[in-house]
């Protein structure tokens, strides 16, 4: 099974639905990240957990709402999404935060369309 | 601001060198990391550089000169496998990481 999981891998929703996203690492890792990856951009930091907390948020709309309910599983939920939040959703982990060598284990992403 | 510059796609012949160099700016610097990304897939962690210098793994090397602001990857003996994105990432003096915005590698038979 590989390190870390996401599902679904593709997901087309309507800007008033409400769906979730799902991530889960099998490393005993501590940290856990959501990234939105679009197009020629470059990867874009949104929530961040240690140990379950969250230690960081970069001003992410409301629409967006992450859970972790233990060190292994981590959620998205969205809803009322924008065209322009149409992305790749990557989820990520690592042994801790806040170390310069940490390196990161990334899911294959889940393929979010809003129409 | 902060800031990571590298080229956003290169072509190259398989079995030849390329070099995909990556300019930064950070507030500190805590070091650089290369990622590979294949379509569809998850990035994959390729290296990490903190000190001046090269380092070699297999027919992937990554150099780093802090002064100059300046590091490249190379890819030796290239393969129609390596043909992905390569992602450069600095991180800053508060441990964030900086992405540049990758650099898509295209190989040719």
């Known amino acids: 099974e590989t390190g870390v999981t996401q599902t679904p891998r593709h997901l087309v929703m309507g800007m008033t639905n409400k769906k979730s996203l799902k991530c889960e690492q099998h490393?005993?890792?501590?940290?856990m990240y959501w990234y939105k990856q679009s197009a020629k951009k470059p990867l874009e930091l949104m929530f961040v957990y240690s140990l379950e907390e969250r230690v960081e948020n970069n001003s992410v709309p409301s629409r967006f709402s992450p859970e972790c309910p233990n060190s292994s599983h981590l959620f998205l939920h969205l809803h009322t999404l924008q065209p322009e939040d149409s992305a790749l959703y990557l989820c990520?982990?690592?042994?801790?935060?806040?170390?310069?060598?940490?390196?990161?284990?990334f899911g294959s992403g889940t393929q979010l369309s809003v129409l | 601001g902060q800031n990571i510059d590298q080229p956003t796609e290169m072509t190259a012949t398989e079995g030849a060198i390329v070099q995909i160099n990556c300019t930064y700016q950070t507030s500190g610097f805590n070091g650089l990391f290369w990622y590979q990304q294949h379509a569809g897939e998850a990035p994959t962690f390729l290296s990490y550089n903190v000190l001046d210098g090269l380092e070699e793994k297999g027919r992937f090397s990554s150099f780093l000169s802090r002064s100059k602001g300046y590091r490249y990857l190379l890819l030796k003996e290239l393969q129609m496998k390596d043909s992905a994105s390569y992602l450069c990432a600095g991180m800053d003096s508060n441990y964030q990481l900086i992405w540049g915005a990758g650099t898509k590698l295209i190989i040719k038979p």
């Open positions: 490393l005993g890792h501590n940290a």
């Open positions: 990520a982990s690592s042994q801790s935060t806040g170390t310069g060598s940490e390196k990161l284990f």
